[in-house]
């Protein structure tokens, strides 16, 4: 019989025999540039420009991954564009391309964050002849 068990981000694989255990491994699995959690944004409606005032609140210190944003109805006649900001400070923008419904892959810098630090998000740009809609952007937490 081969059992598994989980303890702080290992899994330990034994086999059991009738008279014997054979010694458990231990298999990592989360490595240092995977995805731990994630936090998520979103607005919802017809976008127009702001300044956010939503606050998503970090519980523990970490990194950020990269993150993706993505709308229900695409942006026309120019891109959609936000500012992200750690605790009021810019730390990147994002981009949805004109006509698209998503922008994935989309980096932060600095990447470091203590815990009780916090995001919002500025819309600056929402497309020109039709607003984007129902905004959704999720922040991947890598350590």
């Known amino acids: 019989m081969t059992t ?3 303890l ?8 059991i025999t009738e008279n014997s255990i054979d010694s458990a491994a231990a298999i ?3 490595t240092a540039n995977q995805d731990r959690d994630n936090k998520s944004y979103n607005y919802d409606g017809t976008l127009a ?8 609140y970090m519980a523990r210190a970490g990194t950020f991954g990269t993150f993706d944003m993505y709308v229900k109805t695409a942006p026309a006649g120019a891109a959609l564009n936000v500012q992200i900001n750690k605790n009021g400070s810019s730390i ?3 981009t949805i ?4 419904t998503s922008g994935t892959g989309q980096a932060l810098s600095p990447t470091s964050f203590s815990a009780g630090d916090y995001l919002t998000v500025d819309i600056t740009q929402i497309g020109s002849s039709t607003a984007g809609e129902d905004l959704y952007i999720n922040f991947r937490i890598a350590g």
Request: proline share 3%; glycine share 14%.
């Open 4 to 6: 598994l068990s989980t």
């Open 8 to 15: 702080r981000n290992t899994i330990a694989v034994a086999t």
């Open 28 to 30: 990592p699995l989360i």
């Open 49 to 56: 420009v702001n300044t956010g005032d939503k606050r998503l």
């Open 92 to 94: 990147g923008t994002g």
């Open 97 to 100: 391309a004109d006509g698209a």
